[in-house]
């Protein structure tokens, strides 16, 4: 079945390091891929997002790259924030299905 | 921002006790899930629905249970709450359309069965 896999954290850098969280995703067809933040306290919510292959989806200064040859989609900041800590989850939808198939969650902590 | 809410954040009940989660969204959102969130962050969909009088289990058994009588509404039942029951619940909802299946998320319902 689908599946997303991405890197364990919890993941400490200082601010204005740069930021790549791995991720790597098994499916059939050309799935939608997601990236997710949750704010301490808060629900998830969408950071980007790429539905075709080679689509960069950006935003806030993050960015992913849909690599159908690797079945990637790495997320990646050049310079990290204190209000960047979080728990980040890599999540994709199958062509055609109807639920959300989401990482483990990768936790995030920037240190001033 | 997503309109979606959860009711109540946080709540301490004892054994054996009947609750109800409540998740209301104004969007017109078709498909409403629930997940259980565990210590570990990871999610786990324990029910979601399509539609009004629709509700399917996710991947997670869960003793409780949802009804979806109305589009914007879909609470989470459970009958005899117990010390296992104790996470972190998050209500969510997305649309069949060109939003290509965002979900978006209510803020949470932080269960603790003592």
């Known amino acids: 079945g689908d599946s997303v896999t991405q890197m364990e954290g919890p993941v400490t850098l200082s601010e204005e390091a740069f930021l790549t969280i791995n991720c790597t995703y098994t499916?059939?067809?050309?799935?939608?891929l997601f990236w997710y933040v949750q704010y301490p306290g808060e629900g998830l919510q969408l950071l980007l997002k790429?539905?075709?292959?080679?689509d960069k989806g950006s935003n806030k200064g993050f960015e992913a790259t849909y690599r159908k040859e690797t079945t990637s989609f790495h997320l990646e900041k050049g310079s990290v924030q204190v209000s960047d800590s979080a728990v980040y989850f890599c999540a994709l939808l199958s062509t055609g299905g109807f639920k959300t198939i989401f990482g483990a969650g990768t936790r995030l902590f920037v240190k001033a | 921002e997503a309109d979606i809410y959860q009711t109540p954040r946080y709540l301490v009940i004892g054994t054996g006790k009947k609750i109800t989660l409540e998740c209301s969204q104004t969007m017109g959102h078709d498909k409403m899930y629930w997940y259980q969130q565990d210590p570990g962050m990871e999610l786990h969909l324990i029910h979601y629905?399509?539609?009004?009088?629709?509700?399917e289990k996710g991947d997670l058994s869960s003793e409780s249970t949802v009804s979806r009588i109305r589009t914007e509404h879909f609470p989470l039942t459970l009958e005899s709450a117990r010390p296992s029951h104790t996470s972190q619940y998050l209500c969510?909802?997305?649309?069949?359309?060109?939003?290509?299946?965002?979900?978006?998320f209510g803020p949470g319902t932080r269960l603790t069965v003592l």
């Open positions: 790429a539905t075709k292959a080679d």
């Open positions: 499916a059939t067809g050309y799935p939608s």
């Open positions: 969510a909802s997305s649309d069949f359309s060109g939003s290509k299946h965002t979900q978006y």
């Open positions: 629905s399509y539609g009004v009088n629709s509700t």
